[in-house]
């Protein structure tokens, strides 16, 4: 079982920089692929970002490409997730999720961490 944490959300202002963090517990994710997802209020839970085991492979939905960059480091047990140029509508709760088999089936899921951009 893996247990999945995000930490790094807060408020900050249109522009603005933030890097999320996944720490993953009770099992190495390095043969994992992971992704990030989001949902904002009212709206249903959407794809961010996929980054493969070895970390050269990586996908961005269009609405993130160019802003946000997937990374790994497998050392840690750990995903991140850097945000630049901070937009409002990335206003969402992130979460973190876990592909054990590389088939883009997220079996394993964090909490999530808040992020709110203001404009």
């Known amino acids: 079982q893996v247990q999945l944490v995000e930490s790094g959300g807060g408020l900050v202002q249109a522009g603005d920089s933030l890097r999320l963090s996944c720490a993953a517990s009770g099992h190495t994710i390095s043969w994992y692929g992971m992704g990030w997802f989001r949902q904002a209020p009212g709206k249903e839970r959407e794809f961010v970002a996929a980054?493969?085991?070895?970390?050269?492979?990586?996908s961005y939905a269009d609405s993130v490409k160019g802003r946000f960059t997937i990374s790994r480091e497998n050392a840690k047990n750990t995903v991140y997730l850097q945000m630049n140029t901070l937009k409002p509508e990335d206003t969402a709760v992130y979460y973190c999720?876990?592909?054990?088999?590389?088939?883009?089936?997220?079996?394993?899921w964090g909490k999530g961490t808040l992020v709110t951009v203001s404009s």
């Open positions: 980054i493969g085991w070895s970390g050269t492979s990586t």
């Open positions: 999720g876990a592909d054990p088999n590389g088939n883009r089936n997220y079996r394993y």
